[in-house]
Nanobody, 123 residues
Framework: QVQLVESGGGLVQAGGSLRLSCAASGRTFSRYAVGWFRQAPGKEREFVAA????????YGADSVKGRFTISRDNAKNTVYLQMNSLKPEDTAVYYC????????????????WGQGTQVTVSS
């Protein structure tokens, strides 16, 4: 089992930055791929970014490329999502997910999910 806890969400003005954290406990986290999804009200959950256990990065929507950066610190069992130049359309609940299979993480998400953290960007 892997337990995931997100943090770092909040209210920020457009153009601002936030760094989300996904802290993991449980099994050997360093061997897991980890991803971020987001879900805005009335919309489907959307893949944002993922990082493999060796650090390869994959980004989802074109709208986040160049603004969001995913990284991981295996010594701290934590994955980060640095979000810069935030826009009101980035407002959503952000979830992290983990799985041994990167394809699952970048698809519908992995076996393990956190509870989510709210990000609100005001105009």
């Amino acid at each position: 089992q892997v337990q995931l806890v997100e943090s770092g969400g909040g209210l920020v003005q457009a153009g601002g930055s936030l760094r989300l954290s996904c802290a993991a406990s449980g099994r050997t986290f360093s061997r897991y791929a980890v991803g971020w999804f987001r879900q805005a009200p009335g919309k489907e959950r959307e893949f944002v970014a993922a990082i493999s256990w060796i650090g390869a990065r994959i980004y989802g929507a074109d709208s986040v490329k160049g603004r969001f950066t995913i990284s991981r610190d295996n010594a701290k069992n934590t994955v980060y999502l640095q979000m810069n130049s935030l826009k009101p359309e980035d407002t959503a609940v952000y979830y992290c997910t983990a799985d041994e299979d990167l394809k699952r993480v970048t698809g519908r998400g992995g076996d393990y999910w956190g509870q989510g953290t709210q990000v609100t960007v005001s105009s």
